[in-house]
């Protein structure tokens, strides 16, 4: 390290546990991390300040208003020009460390698009908001090997799981019921963030034990907590680790049948918050300044930048992305959302 780096990460250098050699491992690792809501833009700033080398940052989604209360990379301009929160936090990332390679990128992780977007990673950060993705990533890891770190937040409650493929238990061991079937999840009727709210808190809590094992992975530490369920609800200051047994029936380490993976268990259609619906429409490249033209034209209401476009329908609104996928606020019927893709986007 030159003498600038020293000095930036000399308090960081003075902890036993990682040292200079540490240090100067952590500047030539690398990572991943899925998801750019209150968990990832958290993860990812912690990792960008102690000096990871190369950062990419996967969302789907863009900011809004409702973000600011606990996404910490973002402010309010981010969600006036409605940024996606992949874009909006690579700017900030890189304003608070030039020297870290931070690569947003606005994408929907799903099993066509897995392997470019995660491939080359030694480490995999969850930053999701739904357990299909989540599962899609334990797939991915485990029929590569690559370690990844669980974690969630909603309420006042969070969990986190650091995760290393073929010797700790895996997340569809925890999760999936003992038949193995999968898509059978308890945890698909949890509340949400957007039917039980979320305490920024909580999220901070979590996103730093995510970043505490990421760190100790890059360092090819052992982790006492790995393979452990760390739990914890801020607002009664109730804490719990608990050990996780690998289930030697797993569908994906046991088994390896890897459902999410090959596309056999994500729907095509998805609920995407409290009165929203995903279409997943991405082998579309559409022009989205031609799109929002014609839109216009014929007297709707368009916004547009370089990323997106939101058309609003009163009362539905339609977020449409470049590669043809959408959001459409409003409904939390499918067959409606599709209606109104089809009617404004085309079919």
């Given at each position: 390290?030159?003498?600038?780096?020293?000095?930036?990460?000399?308090?960081?250098?003075?902890?036993?546990?990682?040292?200079?050699?540490?240090?100067?491992?952590?500047?030539?690792?690398?990572?991943?991390?899925?998801?750019?809501?209150?968990?990832?833009?958290?993860?990812?700033?912690?990792?960008?300040?102690?000096?990871?080398?190369?950062?990419?940052?996967?969302?789907?989604?863009?900011?809004?208003?409702?973000?600011?209360?606990?996404?910490?990379?973002?402010?309010?301009?981010?969600?006036?020009?409605?940024?996606?929160?992949?874009?909006?936090?690579?700017?900030?990332?890189?304003?608070?460390?030039?020297?870290?390679?931070?690569?947003?990128?606005?994408?929907?992780?799903?099993?066509?698009?897995?392997?470019?977007l995660l491939g080359g990673f030694p480490l995999l950060l969850d930053g999701t908001d739904n357990f299909e993705?989540?599962?899609?990533?334990?797939?991915?890891?485990?029929?590569?090997?690559?370690?990844?770190?669980?974690?969630?937040?909603?309420?006042?409650?969070?969990?986190?799981?650091?995760?290393?493929?073929?010797?700790?238990?895996?997340?569809?061991?925890?999760?999936?019921?003992?038949t193995g079937k999968a898509g059978t999840l308890g945890p698909s009727l949890e509340p949400t963030c957007d039917t039980a709210g979320v305490l920024g808190a909580v999220a901070g809590v979590i996103a730093s034990l995510e970043a505490a094992s990421a760190m100790k992975l890059l360092l090819g530490q052992t982790d006492p907590s790995e393979g452990r369920i760390i739990s914890c609800d801020v607002w009664t200051g109730r804490f719990q680790s608990v050990s996780v047994s690998k289930e030697t029936g797993c569908r994906a380490c046991g088994r390896r049948e890897f459902a999410y993976l090959e596309g056999r268990a994500q729907p095509h259609v998805t609920m995407c918050g409290r009165d929203s619906v995903q279409i997943h429409e991405r082998r579309r490249n559409l022009d989205l300044v031609r799109l929002g033209q014609a839109l216009a034209a014929?007297?709707?209401?368009?916004?547009?930048?370089?990323?997106?476009?939101?058309?609003?329908?009163?009362?539905?609104?339609?977020?449409?992305?470049?590669?043809g996928r959408a959001i459409i606020k409003g409904t939390r019927d499918p067959s409606v959302a599709r209606s109104l893709y089809s009617r404004y986007v085309g079919a």
């Open positions: 390290m030159n003498p600038s780096a020293r000095e930036r990460y000399s308090r960081q250098i003075l902890f036993a546990g990682i040292g200079e050699q540490g240090q100067e491992r952590l500047c030539n690792s690398s990572a991943a991390i899925v998801g750019c809501g209150a968990l990832g833009a958290t993860v990812a700033n912690l990792l960008v300040r102690a000096g990871i080398g190369r950062l990419r940052i996967i969302d789907r989604d863009f900011v809004e208003p409702s973000n600011l209360q606990r996404q910490a990379l973002f402010e309010e301009l981010d969600a006036q020009e409605a940024l996606p929160k992949a874009v909006a936090a690579e700017r900030r990332l890189r304003a608070i460390n030039s020297d870290v390679k931070v690569e947003g990128i606005v994408a929907d992780l799903d099993c066509r698009n897995a392997e470019e993705t989540r599962l899609l990533v334990n797939d991915y890891a485990v029929n590569t090997g690559t370690p990844w770190v669980y974690g969630a937040a909603v309420s006042s409650h969070g969990v986190t799981m650091a995760i290393r493929p073929g010797k700790t238990a895996c997340l569809a061991c925890m999760l999936e019921q003992p014929s007297g709707g209401d368009v916004r547009q930048n370089g990323f997106l476009l939101r058309l609003r329908v009163p009362p539905h609104e339609i977020t449409v992305f470049a590669d």
